[in-house]
């Protein structure tokens, strides 16, 4: 038996019908759940992070974050519609290069969804306690950040993810519902930036256009820095194929809601943050060598004390608009971030229960994170534990790097996912596939080109983070998921699927010998 151990597509659908969802969500829902997944603190926030690392040039860094998401939302089609049962690309990356790389994406995937969540958990806090403040009630400084920020416990961050989490163990279709709701909010709030921001550009604010050039691997600024930071305001897309064994017709559904959600949210990013340089300038904070300083940095704390730069905001767009005297307008733009980023908390913990769900009905994680609510019908006991461990990582951490962390987990995720759309070509060339991904021998190998160079333009600090939560997924599965896995020799979902020839078959790469 090989360790490159492969569960066939037949054999995964046939799981699925086990332990199945309920099938309640439409195209609509579905661009509605993507697009609640992306516009969120992506565009809201970490617009001031790009202005630093490219200056106005940080438009082409959006292009190019929208390039390579575009690149592997085609391949995701495929497989989404090949494979409509929960669980992304790890269970793609199952059906095509085996065990242990699905695994590893699965576990990478935690990186995307878990710290993402628990990250915007935080970004959401920091505008409702600035709305209270503003309000004339604030709660204890203590109890406003995590101790890592200098308070004690984020309560706001806390409360918002065990709210979030209430709302995903009484109903998919309930929190889709919620989801709408917010994402009208959002959508509300940057068509009003648009409006204001976009007539009031000026010719001069995008002068000089690429101060700090196009950046090199490792190094974090420049244009390709700033791509690396701003794919996080286009993550999210994906999480929509997490939703697949929920969906009627997934079939036609997902690819729906896949590139229609990911269409939007590009046209959006391109028009605010051309608004955002145009009439509120973005040009880097730079050091006393002259070169541009890192966020995150006390070197651009210090340096920031006290400016009204765009990229030393907490709050970048309500900033531009209150530099344009629309004060109110800001206010109410971040009333809107406020009331909408939940959404985006929803489906970041919407997609990490899903991945969890499908782990453990594969056995690689115990059984009972997969038991499914009698009443709901929702995952409800890993919807909770995952809840909580969000909303903890939220109360106790801050912001910092946590969206370049994400993006690590993500463009690998996104690069397996490429990579088997290739390897099905040609290893299964008579499946059906309902969506076939245009020009796939050139659009699937940009995907793998782009993510790559994304996750090289990473800091240093991030990419080793991401190397030393690979090397602990790797001795968890060694020690447990390998043994206990439903494709185990000796295992009764083994012999199962061998009285009913489906043994599992050696993946194109034969591992050592198990």
Request: glycine share 10%.
């Amino acid at each position: 038996m090989s360790s490159w151990r492969v569960k066939p597509l037949d054999q995964i659908l046939a799981t699925a019908e086990k332990k199945s969802l309920k099938r309640q969500l439409g195209a609509f829902q579905l661009t509605m759940l993507g697009i609640g997944a992306i516009i969120g603190t992506g565009i809201f926030v970490l617009t001031a992070e790009a202005g630093q690392k490219a200056g106005p040039a940080m438009m082409v860094a959006f292009v190019i974050a929208a390039v390579v998401c575009g690149l592997a939302a085609l391949a995701y089609s495929e497989l989404a519609a090949m494979v409509p049962v929960s669980g992304s690309a790890y269970t793609y990356t199952y059906a095509v290069l085996g065990e242990a790389l699905a695994w590893s994406v699965g576990w990478a995937l935690v990186l995307e969804y878990a710290i993402a969540a628990g990250a915007v958990a935080v970004g959401w806090s920091g505008y409702m306690n600035g709305l209270l403040m503003s309000a004339g009630y604030p709660i204890p400084e203590a109890l406003r950040t995590g101790p890592y920020a200098g308070g004690t416990f984020n309560l706001l961050a806390f409360l918002i993810s065990l709210v979030v989490t209430f709302l995903l163990v009484i109903g998919t279709s309930k929190s889709a519902k919620v989801n709408a709701v917010l994402v009208t909010i959002k959508v509300v709030a940057l068509t009003a930036f648009i409006i204001i921001a976009v007539p009031a550009a000026q010719d001069a604010n995008f002068k000089p256009f690429f101060p700090t050039g196009w950046g090199s691997p490792l190094g974090g600024i420049g244009v390709l820095g700033a791509a690396a930071s701003i794919f996080f305001a286009y993550v999210g897309f994906d999480a929509v194929s997490t939703a697949a064994e929920e969906t009627k017709n997934p079939n036609r559904n997902i690819p729906i809601g896949l590139i229609a959600s990911l269409g939007v949210c590009t046209v959006f990013y391109m028009l605010v943050s051309y608004g955002a340089v145009g009439a509120g300038g973005a040009q880097p904070m730079m050091g006393a060598n002259g070169l541009a300083l890192h966020p995150g940095t006390p070197e651009l704390a210090a340096a920031c004390k006290g400016s009204t730069e765009l990229v030393c905001s907490n709050e970048p767009l309500a900033h531009v608009l209150r530099m344009l005297g629309f004060a109110k307008w800001g206010n109410a733009i971040g009333i809107a971030a406020a009331l909408a980023l939940p959404s985006v908390i929803l489906m970041m913990i919407f997609g990490q229960t899903r991945i969890f769900f499908t782990m453990s009905r594969d056995g690689l994680l115990p059984q009972i994170l997969s038991k499914v609510h009698p009443r709901f019908h929702t995952p409800h006991v890993v919807t909770i534990i995952t809840g909580l461990f969000v909303s903890l990582f939220a109360a106790l951490f801050p912001v910092g790097i946590l969206a370049d962390i994400s993006n690590s987990g993500t463009l690998f995720a996104f690069m397996m996912v490429s990579i088997g759309v290739l390897v099905l070509r040609k290893t299964q060339p008579d499946r059906p596939r309902p969506f076939r991904t245009p020009l796939v021998w050139v659009v699937c190998p940009l995907a793998v080109f782009g993510c790559i160079l994304l996750f090289l333009n990473l800091s240093t600090y991030t990419i080793s983070l991401f190397l030393g939560w690979a090397v602990i997924g790797a001795l968890v599965y060694a020690f447990y998921g390998y043994r206990r896995s439903e494709l185990a020799p000796g295992s009764v979902a083994y012999k199962a699927a061998a009285d009913a020839k489906l043994e599992p078959e050696p993946s194109f790469h034969e591992g050592p010998q198990a």
